[in-house]
């Protein structure tokens, strides 16, 4: 017995033996080696181990393997429990008391807008829009929010590309409802700038978050950018003694309409970016944010 490379092959005699184990056992780790690589001699081999005294037995043994392994027919899923799947998968943010915090607040500034007569309802919404993706982003990971976080963590899926999917998944739940709230507003009280922009400050402001969780976490990362957002509105806000609702629109325009604010937005949103992706590793330790 050989190869192919030698010229010969495993006989039927030589199969049979090798069947019934009285095939010397150097002679065996050829016949093993050689069907390996040749086709018509593995043919050979199994077609003695079918006739062979072990039929009935290897019979029972492929006929429980393929019981166990035939796929069932698919079964289709009702429309509701796919609903509840994709519902579940989109992050603990858009399950919890998040979304609810969201609508709060849309609904809150409809309600000082038209119910109340407030005229700061705009100001005081473009002033909290910017933060509330940074707060559904601080409830989408880690096992303070996540009842599966054990699970995502060693997942192919987890890491950045978890992370990244459902920061996408707030944004792409808050930022229409903040933006349709502000321009639902009464146009008497959109005093300051316009009700979208708020768009880059939120977004530079989460991408920064999640660039610092890299670092300290999730929490302690948009407990800070949040924090600071909210002193750099509300300190120079409170400083001036004016009317605060004319202030807080001033302080506003400063930070979303002027050229430098914006370029400033823009250079702050790239070099997050760019630090997540140089960090991309730090995202892994999914346990530590």
């Given at each position: 017995?050989?190869?192919?490379?030698?010229?010969?092959?495993?006989?039927?005699?030589?199969?049979?033996?090798?069947?019934?184990?009285?095939?010397?056992?150097?002679?065996?780790?050829?016949?093993?080696?050689?069907?390996?690589?040749?086709?018509?001699?593995?043919?050979?081999?199994?077609?003695?181990?079918?006739?062979g005294a072990a039929a009935p037995v290897l019979a029972g043994v492929r006929a429980a393997l393929l019981a166990d392994v035939r796929a069932p027919a698919?079964?289709?899923?009702p429309a509701a429990r796919r609903l509840g799947r994709l519902w579940w998968s989109v992050g603990p943010a858009l399950r919890g008391p998040w979304l609810i915090a969201l609508f709060a607040?849309?609904?809150?500034?409809?309600?000082?807008?038209?119910?109340?007569?407030?005229?700061?309802?705009?100001?005081?919404?473009?002033?909290?829009?910017p933060v509330v993706p940074v707060a559904g982003v601080a409830v989408s990971y880690g096992r303070h929010a996540d009842p599966l976080h054990e699970i995502a963590a060693a997942s192919p899926s987890g890491?950045?590309?978890?992370?990244?999917?459902r920061t996408l998944a707030v944004l792409a739940v808050s930022l229409p409802v903040l933006t349709a709230a502000g321009l639902l507003l009464p146009a008497a009280h959109q005093a300051g700038p316009g009700p979208a922009a708020w768009l880059l400050p939120a977004l530079a402001l989460t991408l920064a978050a999640l660039a610092l969780g890299g670092w300290v976490g999730c929490r302690a990362a948009t407990g800070a950018v949040g924090a600071g957002w909210v002193a750099a509105v509300a300190v120079p806000t409170a400083a001036v003694p004016r009317a605060a609702t004319a202030r807080l629109a001033e302080q506003l325009s400063l930070y979303f309409d002027s050229p430098a604010a914006r370029a400033g937005w823009a250079a702050a949103l790239v070099v997050s970016a760019a630090l997540i992706a140089v960090r991309r590793s730090a995202y892994d330790r999914l346990e530590t944010m």
């Amino acid at each position: 017995m050989s190869g192919p490379d030698t010229g010969w092959h495993v006989t039927g005699g030589a199969a049979a033996r090798y069947v019934d184990g009285t095939l010397p056992e150097p002679d065996c780790w050829s016949v093993e080696r050689h069907v390996e690589s040749c086709a018509s001699c593995a043919a050979r081999v199994s077609g003695a181990a079918r006739a062979g005294a072990a039929a009935p037995v290897l019979a029972g043994v492929r006929a429980a393997l393929l019981a166990d392994v035939r796929a069932p027919a698919p079964v289709r899923v009702p429309a509701a429990r796919r609903l509840g799947r994709l519902w579940w998968s989109v992050g603990p943010a858009l399950r919890g008391p998040w979304l609810i915090a969201l609508f709060a607040v849309a609904a809150g500034a409809l309600g000082l807008g038209y119910g109340a007569g407030f005229d700061g309802a705009g100001p005081l919404l473009l002033a909290l829009a910017p933060v509330v993706p940074v707060a559904g982003v601080a409830v989408s990971y880690g096992r303070h929010a996540d009842p599966l976080h054990e699970i995502a963590a060693a997942s192919p899926s987890g890491g950045l590309r978890l992370v990244l999917v459902r920061t996408l998944a707030v944004l792409a739940v808050s930022l229409p409802v903040l933006t349709a709230a502000g321009l639902l507003l009464p146009a008497a009280h959109q005093a300051g700038p316009g009700p979208a922009a708020w768009l880059l400050p939120a977004l530079a402001l989460t991408l920064a978050a999640l660039a610092l969780g890299g670092w300290v976490g999730c929490r302690a990362a948009t407990g800070a950018v949040g924090a600071g957002w909210v002193a750099a509105v509300a300190v120079p806000t409170a400083a001036v003694p004016r009317a605060a609702t004319a202030r807080l629109a001033e302080q506003l325009s400063l930070y979303f309409d002027s050229p430098a604010a914006r370029a400033g937005w823009a250079a702050a949103l790239v070099v997050s970016a760019a630090l997540i992706a140089v960090r991309r590793s730090a995202y892994d330790r999914l346990e530590t944010m």
